[in-house]
């Protein structure tokens, strides 16, 4: 990996989602160590965007197109999982409801969904052993015989966040990771991520709500039917005239220490 990579640099990428050409010609560079927020409304890319950094979707290919990461662009999914965390609601859906919250977290070592078969003899101790601390680090741990059926959304989540985690990659890829989560746990979860960030982690967020936006998100990309409608600094792009001019109804905002908060104008 060429050692000043940018984490992400995205040039003139087409992307289509089964008949739907989501984006057109799409550039975005985003610099390693850069923690970014990425917004829009329903429908406006987001997750598309996600998946293709994630290589679950490919650009359609041709001359100066391309989506490089940390400077590559042909990547083995497998060699690619070792930098990349992610957590989205499609891996929660994907989990079957008798996996255990210990099975799902190991199975981040091998980005599979379960860990079944001749799989499971391949984990190894020290897989077993670090799977363990980082459900004690997400406060999971007591759950680690349980199956993902009997536990909250909140604490689904967490194992989720800890598979992500357990094999520490730089990056991490979260597509409204507090969906679905209550005060305690949503604010929980943010100081975790806060911590991530505060260690130096890259982050990439998309949410719907801006009191979730981590303070050390340093950078917007506000999306609108598969253009980038703004990019920049936090506090420029989260404001009263350009959020209202991208979601077509008037929003105010308040920022408060370093939170933000979206209300009605
Ligand atoms: N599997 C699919 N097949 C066809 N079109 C799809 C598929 N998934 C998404 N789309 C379309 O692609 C576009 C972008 O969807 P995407 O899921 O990226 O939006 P999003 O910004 O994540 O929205 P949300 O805020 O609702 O999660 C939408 O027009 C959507 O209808
Ligand atoms: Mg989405």
């Given at each position: 990996?060429?050692?000043?990579?940018?984490?992400?640099?995205?040039?003139?990428?087409?992307?289509?989602?089964?008949?739907?050409?989501?984006?057109e010609n799409l550039s975005l560079v985003i610099?390693?160590?850069?923690?970014?927020?990425?917004?829009?409304?329903?429908?406006?890319?987001?997750?598309?965007?996600?998946?293709?950094?994630?290589?679950?979707?490919?650009?359609?290919?041709?001359?100066?197109?391309?989506?490089?990461?940390?400077?590559?662009?042909?990547?083995?999914?497998?060699?690619?999982?070792?930098?990349?965390?992610?957590?989205?609601?499609?891996?929660?859906?994907?989990?079957?409801?008798?996996?255990?919250?210990?099975?799902?977290?190991?199975?981040?070592?091998?980005?599979?969904?379960?860990?079944?078969?001749?799989?499971?003899?391949?984990?190894?101790?020290?897989?077993?052993?670090?799977?363990?601390?980082?459900?004690?680090?997400?406060?999971?741990?007591?759950?680690?015989?349980?199956?993902?059926?009997?536990?909250?959304?909140?604490?689904?989540?967490?194992?989720?966040?800890?598979?992500?985690?357990?094999?520490?990659?730089?990056?991490?890829?979260?597509?409204?990771?507090?969906?679905?989560?209550?005060?305690?746990?949503?604010?929980?979860?943010?100081?975790?991520?806060?911590?991530?960030a505060q260690e130096g982690r890259n982050i990439?967020?998309?949410?719907?709500?801006?009191?979730e936006i981590p303070p050390e998100v340093d950078?917007?990309?506000?999306?609108?039917?598969?253009?980038?409608?703004?990019?920049?600094?936090?506090?420029?792009?989260?404001?009263?005239?350009?959020?209202?001019?991208?979601?077509?109804?008037?929003?105010?905002?308040?920022?408060?220490?370093?939170?933000?908060?979206?209300?009605?104008?």
């Open positions: 990996m060429p050692p000043e990579a940018k984490l992400i640099e995205i040039r003139n990428a087409t992307i289509w989602r089964g008949t739907t050409c989501v984006f610099d390693q160590h850069e923690r970014v927020a990425i917004l829009g409304p329903n429908g406006s890319g987001k997750t598309t965007l996600l998946k293709a950094l994630n290589r679950e979707l490919y650009p359609v290919a041709r001359a100066g197109s391309f989506i490089r990461i940390l400077g590559l662009e042909k990547w083995n999914v497998w060699q690619l999982r070792k930098h990349i965390g992610v957590v989205s609601h499609d891996l929660h859906q994907r989990y079957t409801p008798t996996m255990s919250a210990l099975e799902v977290v190991v199975s981040g070592f091998f980005s599979s969904i379960g860990v079944h078969g001749t799989l499971a003899s391949r984990v190894t101790q020290e897989q077993l052993d670090s799977a363990v601390a980082t459900m004690e680090q997400l406060g999971v741990a007591s759950l680690r015989d349980t199956p993902l059926k009997a536990m909250s959304t909140g604490q689904q989540r967490r194992c989720l966040l800890a598979r992500a985690l357990v094999h520490r990659p730089d990056t991490l890829i979260l597509d409204e990771p507090t969906a679905g989560l209550d005060f305690a746990a949503s604010f929980d979860y943010l100081e975790r991520l806060r911590q991530l990439l967020i998309v949410t719907h709500h801006l009191n950078r917007v990309v506000l999306l609108k039917a598969g253009i980038v409608a703004a990019d920049g600094p936090k506090e420029a792009v989260l404001t009263a005239d350009v959020l209202s001019h991208v979601y077509e109804t008037r929003i105010r905002v308040a920022d408060i220490d370093g939170y933000y908060l979206a209300y009605p104008g």
